[in-house]
């Protein structure tokens, strides 16, 4: 749980010192889809891991990867395309990024569940600025098309 820091201050002369307590073995595991559709605004879905799950795992299965595509299928309306695993061309990648540029930098959190609040106001914030996730799409390549 060390924060990301982007910037910070102190007084002239005096090194800055961030404490963190300790280390927790406890995850966040969130899956996210950028979507859009012609003519209208651009989406992200996203569901997240809980961390103590009925079947021990600590990550997505198959089955909950399959159901996140299906409920964007089901929102959207159309069909959906995924592009292959490559950083560069996935535009979650990016909204990953202004999460950690704006939500989470420059700050310690108390424990994990102030870092999962944080986390899920990041993205309930970025679910209603389509301009935002206009930019991540933009930034893959993809070409948007004016509504």
């Known amino acids: 749980m ?3 820091t982007t910037r ?3 007084r002239r002369g005096h090194t800055p010192v961030v404490r963190v307590r300790g280390r927790s073995r406890r995850r ?3 899956a996210a889809l950028a979507c859009y559709k012609t003519g ?3 989406r992200l879905i996203y569901r997240p891991c809980p961390d103590a799950r009925p079947d021990g795992r600590k990550s997505f299965s198959w089955k909950d990867y399959r159901d996140l595509i299906q409920t964007a299928h089901q929102q959207l309306g159309a069909p959906i ?3 292959p695993y490559a950083p560069d061309l996935n ?3 990016s909204v990953w990024s202004v999460l950690r540029r704006t939500t989470t930098a420059n700050r310690a959190f108390a424990d994990p569940d102030d870092l999962i609040t944080a986390v899920w106001r990041g993205l309930r914030q970025l679910q209603y600025r389509p301009d935002v996730l206009d930019g991540c799409l933009t930034g893959t390549g993809l070409r948007r098309q004016p509504p």
Do not use: D, M, Q
């Open 8 to 10: 910070t201050w102190s």
């Open 28 to 30: 966040i595991s969130v």
């Open 2 to 4: 060390t924060p990301p």
């Open 81 to 83: 395309v995924l592009p």
């Open 91 to 93: 535009p979650v990648e």
């Open 40 to 42: 209208e605004p651009s």
